[in-house]
């Protein structure tokens, strides 16, 4: 049994299927990503595990257990964290108690007590790298720390499951490189089963061990990146051409 497993998903918009009964598991301690065209359905898939959006029909599990249709709070204690693409902190707080807060309203076996989220919040800070930026408030980040201060939030909360949501637009070269390992260490250091909607090819060639490919909100393809991305169905619906390193 997959540890997050969607049955049949689908969700409609004033009658028009945004996703279109998706079937598809992540297994415990995999990094799987979800690739497609824009309005395929991606982020919509997300928003519909986290509880910020509600399944037209279909069914949503965590290691075996129903959460469809939960509530986004009660989503996050079962072990479940979503970073999005356009970074949504707390501009009166500063960076440590932006992260603090994650540990506070994370899972529901997690550190509750302020001092403890407070310890956990610079330990998760020192991993992405910001411990330097601990007292800034951040108004003062760029995109690119703000994206590593929502990473930081999402593991403060020790979740199961991490969904990530295009945290890879916009980076140049180093940004990106950096941001690969930490995703990678993410999953290594934490044990923690990583979902992720991504356009950068070049990264999710690199770190994604399975593909899973939407086209107009269903599955058009999935399995290993460099099988899917030679698929001739892919290749016409997203791809264009295939990938050289494909």
């Known amino acids: 049994m997959a540890l997050l497993e969607l049955s049949e998903v689908g969700k409609t918009f004033g ?7 998706v079937s ?27 509880g910020l959006e509600t399944p037209t029909r ?15 709070h009660r ?10 693409q356009t970074p949504r902190s707390f501009p009166t707080m500063n960076v440590l108690e932006n992260v603090a807060l994650g540990a506070l309203f994370g899972r529901a076996n997690a550190h509750r007590e302020e001092d403890e989220a ?28 703000l994206r590593f201060l929502e990473l930081a939030r999402a593991i403060a909360g020790q979740p199961r499951v991490l ?15 950096t941001s690969m390992g930490i995703v990678r260490a993410i999953r290594d250091r934490h ?28 599955v058009l ?4 990146p460099e099988d899917v991305m030679r698929d001739p169905g892919v290749i016409e619906a997203y791809l264009g051409q295939e990938l050289p390193n494909a």
Do not use: C, Y
């Not at 956990?120 to 980040?141: K, M, P």
């Open 221 to 224: 393809a999935q399995g290993a």
């Open 15 to 21: 009658g028009l299927p945004a996703v279109h009964g």
């Open 118 to 145: 407070l310890e956990i919040a610079e330990q998760a800070l020192s991993f992405v790298g910001l411990e330097d930026r601990r007292d800034h408030h951040v108004g003062t980040l760029n995109l690119h720390q």
């Open 75 to 84: 989503v996050r204690r079962r072990g479940i964290a979503m970073v999005q």
């Open 191 to 218: 044990d923690i089963t990583v979902v992720w909607v991504e356009h950068v090819m070049k990264a999710v060639m690199r770190l994604a061990e399975r593909v899973v490919v939407l086209n107009f909100g269903q």
């Open 163 to 177: 969904l990530l949501d295009e945290v890879m637009a916009g980076l140049n070269d180093s940004e990106l490189e």
């Open 24 to 50: 598809l598991g992540a297994d415990e301690g995999e990094i799987l990503a979800l690739v497609g065209p824009n309005g395929a359905g991606k982020s919509t898939l997300l928003k519909l595990v986290v």
């Open 58 to 72: 279909g069914r949503i599990t965590l290691a075996g257990e129903d959460i469809t249709g939960e509530a986004p």
